[in-house]
């Protein structure tokens, strides 16, 4: 944690073009709401002390939110420097560094974030920009700097000249700044550009203009910039994000059949040379250990840990498991709000009954123990060590090491019944 550094998160604008009731900072990207994300990469940077700015549907971001940031309000929307001057009195009598990052830019890596106030610290920089090199048409503010490569400005695209429209150098719209000369700059600010508006970017050319040292830090991954706007950028960065995750776990050793359709969430954790067949989804939080064989079409969900060597097949949905080494759960098999032992075999069509309408309880398997096909497993329910469970049983108590359990009906023929 860094106490002398704070983040302010833009999260007041409307965002019409997502075409939703709900603000578009509470869609979810992989899972998870894009203002979260942002507020989260923040904190994975090394910064507790936030601050939201928010504004239109403010009740539905501060309910994804909730404790974890204060808030300020934003009632008029007057442009990014507006929205800083709703939260100064977050930032009077402070000192240090404040990085001020959009809510609708949900992957930003938080090494970056981290980088950019070390940098700007480092540098002794009063303002610092993330900003990038990118040469297609586009809307992003230009980034202008004089003979010694400081920042002299920021030009909104729509106040660009000819001339200036030819830099290839763009903002990112992130920033870090030195709490005092930015609530000084603040009051600087005018709206007298394009928009109207109270441009955040004009603090940088204040800050050039009272002979204070400002930089830019260029980010190599242009993906880390992308902001979201409708459905169609909501789709392609949770792309780039399960691409990002597929790409990381593969470096790291594990086989992925098929990255485009294998969705891995947040904080999985899987070990080398195990291998991810097509289809697959894994929740975030799962733990699966080393020489695994996950899928196809296989569901892991949230509070699942593997051990090494466990081999979860196709058509397979698990959910707070954990499971041991060697143990197979080959098909067609539902294992919820369960505990199974070492080298067990689950027998096609298995299912823990785990919800009675009202209450979710937990199944025990024990370790070497055989599931027969088909078997219905009525949870609260524990199964000793070496059990074998007879196919098509339905268990509804407990059953002791070394035994077979039957729990089925006893077979009738009637010959000749169906011809009358």
């Known amino acids: 944690m ?10 007041a604008g409307k965002g019409t073009r997502m075409k939703s009731k709900n603000s578009k900072l509470v869609q979810k990207v992989y899972g998870k709401e894009i203002v979260k994300r942002a507020v989260e990469n923040a904190k994975n940077a090394g910064i507790h002390n936030i601050v939201a700015v928010v504004g239109y549907k403010k009740d539905e971001v501060m309910k994804v939110l ?11 929307m007057l442009g990014t420097g507006h929205a800083v001057m709703q939260a100064t009195k977050f930032l009077e009598g402070k000192k240090g560094k404040v990085l001020i990052l959009n809510g609708d830019h949900p992957i930003i890596r938080p090494e970056t974030l981290k980088r950019l106030y070390e940098e700007s610290t480092k540098r002794e920089e009063y303002g610092t920009i993330l900003s990038i090199y990118y040469d297609k ?12 490569g400081k920042v002299k400005g920021i030009i909104e695209f729509k106040d660009c000249s000819t001339e200036e429209l030819k830099i290839n150098e763009v903002n990112m719209g992130m920033y870090c700044f030195d709490i005092e000369e930015l609530l000084k700059a603040l009051k600087e600010l005018t709206t007298d550009n394009a928009q109207g508006e109270y441009y955040l970017t004009d603090v940088i050319k204040i800050m ?5 040292k400002t930089g830019s830090i260029i980010v190599d991954d242009y993906t880390e910039m992308l902001g979201v706007n409708d459905r169609i950028e ?5 792309k780039f994000l399960q691409m990002r995750i597929n790409t990381e776990l593969m470096k790291n050793g594990v086989t992925i059949e098929d990255p485009n359709t294998t969705y891995i969430y947040d ?6 040379d195990t291998v991810i067949h097509p289809n697959t989804t894994i929740k975030s939080g799962v733990v699966i250990g080393e020489d695994c064989e996950i899928g196809p079409n296989a569901y892991i969900r949230e509070g699942c840990k593997l051990a090494n060597h466990v081999k979860i097949g196709s058509f397979v949905e698990i959910k707070k498991a954990i499971i041991g080494e060697g143990t197979k759960v080959p098909h067609l098999s539902y294992m919820g709000d369960c505990e199974i032992g070492e080298k067990c075999n689950i027998g096609c069509g ?27 497993l009525v949870a609260p329910v524990t199964i000793g060590d070496n059990a074998f469970i007879a196919a098509g049983s339905t268990i509804t108590d407990d059953v002791p090491e070394d035994a077979l359990a039957i729990a089925r009906q006893r077979q009738t023929v009637k010959e000749g019944w169906n011809k009358k």
Do not use: R, W
């Open 2 to 11: 860094n106490n002398d550094v704070m983040a302010i998160v833009m999260a």
């Open 66 to 76: 909730g404790n974890d940031v204060e808030y300020a309000f934003q009632e008029e």
């Open 137 to 148: 048409p586009n809307m992003y503010g230009k980034v202008v700097h004089d003979e010694e």
């Open 208 to 212: 050039y203009n009272k002979g204070l």
């Open 234 to 238: 909501l789709q392609m960065i949770t």
């Open 267 to 272: 904080d999985v954790q899987i070990g080398m």
């Open 350 to 376: 298995t299912i823990t009954c785990n919800y009675d309408g009202f209450n979710k309880s937990k199944t025990i398997i024990g370790n070497h123990s055989f599931i027969g096909s088909n078997v219905n």
